[in-house]
């Protein structure tokens, strides 16, 4: 089995063309070949199937196996992939999610594509939620980009701390279902920071509908303009909102093509 192992600001995916037919038990395949001791390892498998209400259609699997409606990372890089890959020459794209079809504008230069903009369409956010937990109480502002997440404004943050609050605000009962749990430090009205826990995969690189979530959150209180640097610990992503759609921009790259023979291991067996 084939496989291209790529990343948008260190959050990486490995992406399957199932154009013609796709392997079986996708969920299961996604937990083994994500595990980063025993398979390629990565936040998650992409596969790439024919559009149907657009170019393509991307089905998204966390590292759990567990389904996922959309990833700005990964629908980034899913456009250099097409487009590298000589499965399209269109620099404009539209692409079919569990959330909706998502635009893609690619820049291409010398012939690969080198950064990707995405359209996210709008972000919708309700009041904020006060979730106890083991580790405190926090605020909570719920944002749905075509997925759920919860975003907490808060000083200087630790990965230490996303990676012990994260999993705690991911299951508040208040929030009323699983979330991505951001963790939003306004530098000032051009600059956000922000410390990413992904549901299913846990401590990630960065999220790029996270960087969405946290900017629409921001926009909210007027603590940023219409367009932002989003800093992730693995790199940066520009958001901006216009006619209160988000776009948001950032690179793609490809880390290495393999092609595995894999056998299911008796851990995910159980």
Same mark, same amino acid.
């Given at each position: 089995?084939?496989?291209?192992?790529?990343?948008?600001?260190?959050? *990486?995916?490995? /992406?399957?063309?199932?154009?013609?037919?796709?392997?079986?038990?996708?969920?299961?395949?996604?937990?083994?070949?994500?595990?980063?001791?025993? &398979?390629?390892?990565? *936040?998650?498998?992409?596969?790439?199937?024919? @559009?149907?209400?657009?170019? $393509?259609?991307?089905?998204?699997?966390?590292?759990? +196996?567990?389904?996922?409606?959309?990833?700005?990372?990964?629908?980034?890089?899913?456009?250099? $992939?097409?487009?590298?890959? +000589?499965?399209?020459?269109?620099?404009?794209?539209?692409?079919?999610?569990?959330?909706?079809?998502?635009?893609?504008?690619?820049?291409?230069?010398?012939?690969?594509?080198?950064?990707?903009?995405?359209?996210?369409?709008?972000?919708?956010?309700?009041?904020?939620?006060?979730?106890?937990?083991?580790? @405190?109480?926090?605020? %909570?502002?719920?944002?749905?980009? &075509?997925?759920? =997440?919860?975003?907490? $404004?808060?000083?200087?943050?630790?990965?230490?701390?996303?990676?012990? %609050?994260?999993?705690?605000?991911? =299951?508040?009962?208040?929030?009323?279902?699983?979330?991505?749990?951001? /963790?939003?430090?306004?530098? *000032?009205?051009?600059?956000?920071?922000?410390?990413?826990?992904?549901?299913?995969? +846990?401590?990630?690189?960065?999220?790029?509908?996270?960087?969405?979530?946290? /900017?629409?959150?921001?926009?909210?209180?007027?603590?940023? &303009?219409?367009?932002?640097?989003?800093?992730?610990?693995?790199?940066?992503?520009?958001?901006?909102?216009?006619?209160?759609?988000?776009?948001?921009?950032?690179?793609?790259?490809?880390?290495?093509? &393999?092609?595995?023979? /894999?056998?299911?291991?008796?851990?995910?067996?159980?």
């Amino acid at each position: 089995m084939k496989f291209v192992k790529m990343e948008g600001l260190g959050n *990486d995916y490995l /992406f399957l063309n199932c154009l013609e037919g796709e392997p079986p038990e996708l969920p299961r395949l996604a937990k083994t070949l994500s595990d980063r001791h025993f &398979g390629v390892g990565a *936040d998650g498998l992409i596969c790439v199937k024919p @559009g149907q209400a657009g170019d $393509f259609t991307m089905e998204m699997y966390n590292a759990d +196996g567990s389904r996922g409606a959309m990833c700005g990372n990964g629908i980034r890089c899913l456009g250099k $992939f097409v487009y590298d890959s +000589g499965l399209t020459r269109k620099c404009c794209l539209t692409i079919q999610t569990d959330a909706g079809p998502r635009g893609l504008e690619l820049s291409v230069r010398n012939g690969r594509v080198a950064e990707v903009t995405v359209d996210m369409g709008q972000a919708q956010i309700d009041e904020e939620v006060y979730c106890q937990t083991a580790a @405190g109480a926090f605020w %909570v502002t719920p944002v749905e980009v &075509g997925n759920p =997440h919860g975003v907490v $404004f808060c000083p200087e943050w630790t990965e230490e701390e996303t990676a012990r %609050v994260g999993p705690l605000l991911e =299951h508040c009962p208040r929030l009323g279902r699983r979330r991505n749990i951001e /963790f939003l430090t306004v530098e *000032d009205r051009e600059h956000l920071t922000v410390r990413v826990w992904e549901r299913g995969s +846990g401590v990630t690189l960065a999220c790029g509908t996270g960087a969405c979530a946290s /900017f629409a959150a921001a926009r909210r209180r007027d603590l940023c &303009g219409p367009k932002a640097q989003v800093h992730l610990p693995g790199g940066s992503l520009r958001v901006e909102e216009r006619e209160n759609r988000l776009f948001m921009t950032g690179p793609a790259h490809t880390v290495f093509r &393999g092609e595995t023979d /894999f056998l299911w291991h008796s851990e995910t067996e159980n």
